[in-house]
């Protein structure tokens, strides 16, 4: 994360084929790429919540990353629909996936 103290965190649940298809994998390996920590976790419910704390240009481009279609990046499954919620950083280390 950014020296800067300007992290900031970001929830998000995104809806599609994102469970049994390497979708929280492919997460955390964007996330550390882009040297954010959080945490990507199934929900009972078909969606995948993503947690990423870090700078907000980092954040930003996750999100474009989840959103890309087709992708880029070589994300599985199939996203159709990213919503977030912003608040303030917490001190995240690292990257879960659940």
Do not use: C, I, Y
Request: no cysteine; charged share 25%; aromatic share 6%.
């Amino acid at each position: 994360m950014s020296g800067d103290g300007a992290a900031e965190r970001v929830t998000v649940f995104v809806s599609g084929t994102v469970q049994g298809v390497g979708f929280r994998w492919w997460v955390r390996s964007q996330a550390l790429e882009l040297g954010l920590a959080g945490s990507a976790a199934n929900k009972g419910d078909g969606r995948v919540e993503v947690v990423a704390e870090g700078p907000p240009p980092a954040l930003a481009e996750l999100l474009s990353r989840l959103r890309a279609e087709p992708s880029a990046h070589r994300r599985p499954g199939r996203v159709t629909a990213v919503v977030e919620h912003r608040t303030a950083a917490r001190g995240a280390r690292g990257f879960e996936t659940r």
